[in-house]
């Protein structure tokens, strides 16, 4: 009986074991089952991306060039840079770097926690740069320290050089890294941009940066398990950037930075512009800074010192002055305003006259006029600034027909240049709404004051440029533009390859019909009979005459405080604005001297230094007249 019960518990146990074996061996089956059957895919790609690295080539960006095509105001140089590669940092902490980073690349503990910082947040395949420019001592560390640190490696890179420094820094902006908040933005999270990527940040570098940008290539190689290459699978090339022609004569470029360094306060715009379609031919903004510093040397210690130098500059040297600098435009005003007094019938050609008074009252308040111009016709009153004459025009305008006039050149809102953040302009159609809205009324002085380009108006120096430029052809408002044409790129591989990049045509550059006024030719020719004169008539600007170059223009001399109160800083703006030859126009230039005084005496001798250079080039023979322009 004993034997049968030792038997039956052999059996027993037996089964026992039996059934655990069947499911531990089901266990087994079905992780195996999960591991080659289910997820087998994902873990061959996940070993082979162990063992295989795409690495960059990032691609050039397109040159920027001038008017003719030939000479270079961008492009790119190949430099080398260390990269930091976190896919092969195997477990290692960032806090763990920052030491021998800093110690062994000469790179500053903050700078790096801040580039530590940026990557965290990426997915953990992407690389980022953390040294520019790298100098051999650089690239001679990262190569004896492999073992140590394989998560670094040398590439080469293009970077963006500005041949002419502080040149056109104010057209042509500069690139950058990418931000943390700008990936967040759809209109470059959409696109793919990742940590590291080099975009436009300013100027047409930022406007016209999904032409100028390259699309990148790659190396496929095969590494080890510290990250070494081995081998090489494929390379595909990367396909520069569109170079980009511009609108920009240098020389005349250069002659206008000129004359605003040696202006008396270093402070102010010109901006030369072909008034027949346009087109942008020179735009200075002073102070200036050079844009090499966002490319070279923002991600050095004294970079960072410069910049925010010039972040602290009271003169503002990173604001471009003709886009968003609000001037009151003083006297220039008056050849809109004498346009639209003749379009709503205010005056005639005919009956022109209008009483200067030496000024006028209002109320109990006397505004004056700087002469006693008696009872001028138009003409005569653009040539020799009478305020009194326009006190009067506005007032039988009206400010409903100021804002008309506002309206129809559209002083009222920005020129739509091909450059960013442009500001409108402030003038009674954006004040009258504002005030009538906090309860205020409208008042008659206000009207008086805004015909001299005073009190509620101040516009920017390309919308006034425009305007004018819109009457010197006889009504066709242009959008300004600083962009001729984009060159083609060739493709790169071949079309069913997966690296082929299609080739991206030429194109010129997209321009809007322009706005037609209504200006009737004798209107036209009687404001430019005006203007005309200014130069060439005794007039305010009669310094600057040309023989056989007739000027057309119309000085300025913005007040910027109460009368007593104008000195240093306070004193006037000088503005100059202008076009020639009067009658079959060329060339439209603009300049506007901060707090020098008078327009006649400061801006219209600068003007003249631009119609030299232009005059010498186009003629090929020395500028006539009496005037030899000079440095103020």
């Known amino acids: 009986m004993k034997f049968e019960d030792d038997s039956q518990n052999l059996r027993a146990r037996l089964r026992v074991i039996q059934i655990l074996a069947f499911l531990m061996l089901a266990v087994l089956g079905v992780r195996l089952y999960m591991l080659q059957v289910v997820k087998g895919s994902y873990y061959a790609e996940r070993a082979e991306n162990q063992r295989i690295r795409l690495l960059p080539i990032p691609a050039p960006r397109g040159a920027i060039l001038d008017h003719t095509g030939k000479k270079i105001l961008v492009d790119s140089l190949s430099i080398y840079n260390v990269i930091l590669s976190r896919e092969d940092m195997k477990g290692k902490k960032f806090n763990d770097l920052l030491e021998p980073l800093s110690a062994g690349l000469q790179l500053e503990p903050d700078y790096l926690r801040t580039r530590f910082q940026e990557i965290e947040s990426q997915p953990a395949f992407e690389s980022i740069r953390i040294k520019e420019n790298a100098t051999t001592s650089d690239i001679a560390w990262v190569e004896a320290h492999a073992l140590e640190f394989p998560e670094l490696r040398v590439e080469r890179q293009p970077q ?12 042509l902006g500069y690139v950058g890294e990418i931000s943390p908040k700008q990936l967040e933005q759809p209109k470059y999270k959409d696109k793919g941009y990742k940590p590291g990527d080099i975009i436009g940040q300013e100027g047409i570098e930022a406007v016209y940066d999904d032409f100028l940008r390259g699309r990148d290539g790659y190396r496929k190689v095969v590494v080890n398990s510290r990250g070494h290459i081995q081998d090489e699978i494929e390379t595909v090339q990367p396909q520069a950037g569109q170079d980009l022609i511009t609108s920009i004569d240098l020389d005349l470029q250069l002659a206008a930075e000129d004359q605003l360094r040696n202006s008396p306060s270093k402070r102010g715009v010109i901006i030369v512009m072909n008034p027949n379609n346009g087109e942008i031919l020179a735009l200075a903004s002073a102070p200036s800074y050079d844009p090499n510093l966002f490319t070279q040397r923002i991600s050095s210690k004294e970079g960072r010192a410069e910049y925010a130098a010039l972040l602290r500059d009271p003169s503002t040297p990173l604001y471009n002055r003709a886009i968003q600098g609000r001037y009151p435009p003083g006297s220039t005003w008056k050849i809109p305003m004498s346009i639209a007094g003749l379009q709503q019938g205010a005056i005639t050609t005919d009956r022109s006259t209008m009483t200067c008074g030496g000024g006028i009252t209002i109320g109990n308040k006397f505004t004056r006029c700087m002469g006693n111009h008696g009872t001028p016709p138009l003409d005569y009153a653009i040539t020799k600034s009478c305020d009194g004459y326009y006190y009067r025009l506005a007032l039988k305008m009206g400010i409903d027909g100021l804002i008309e006039m506002v309206k129809e050149f559209e002083l009222d809102k920005p020129t739509g240049v091909d450059l960013p953040h442009e500001l409108f302009s402030w003038t009674p159609a954006y004040w009258k709404p504002k005030l009538e809205a906090r309860g205020e009324q409208w008042k008659d002085i206000r009207t008086v004051y805004s015909s001299i380009g005073q009190d509620t108006v101040a516009i920017t120096p390309l919308a006034s440029l425009r305007a004018i430029s819109s009457i010197a052809v006889g009504g066709k408002l242009f959008v300004p533009h600083l962009a001729r044409e984009f060159k083609q790129v060739a493709a790169i591989g071949e079309p069913d390859s997966n690296g082929y990049h299609p080739p991206r045509p030429a194109h010129g550059f997209d321009r809007p019909n322009p706005k037609i006024l209504p200006i009737e030719p004798e209107h ?7 203007m005309w004169g200014v130069v060439n008539n005794g007039g305010t600007a009669a310094r600057i005459k040309m023989a056989n170059f007739e000027i057309a223009g119309k000085t300025g001399t913005a007040q910027v405080v109460e009368l007593g109160k104008d000195t240093g ?12 030859p009067a009658y079959k126009p060329e060339i439209a230039v603009l300049a506007l001297i901060e707090n020098v005084g008078f327009g006649g005496t400061h801006a219209a001798p600068a003007v003249r230094a631009i119609y030299d250079v232009y005059y010498r080039n186009t003629r090929h023979e020395e500028p006539p007249g009496t005037l030899i322009a000079k440095k103020q």
Not at 163 to 171: D, K, M, Q, R, W
Not at 569 to 580: E, G
């Open 160 to 171: 963006r050089r500005y041949p002419e420094n502080g040149t056109l820094a104010h057209v």
């Open 524 to 530: 036209h020719d009687l404001v430019i009979k005006g």
């Open 569 to 580: 800083d306070n004193k006037d703006h000088a503005w100059f604005v202008s076009f020639a």
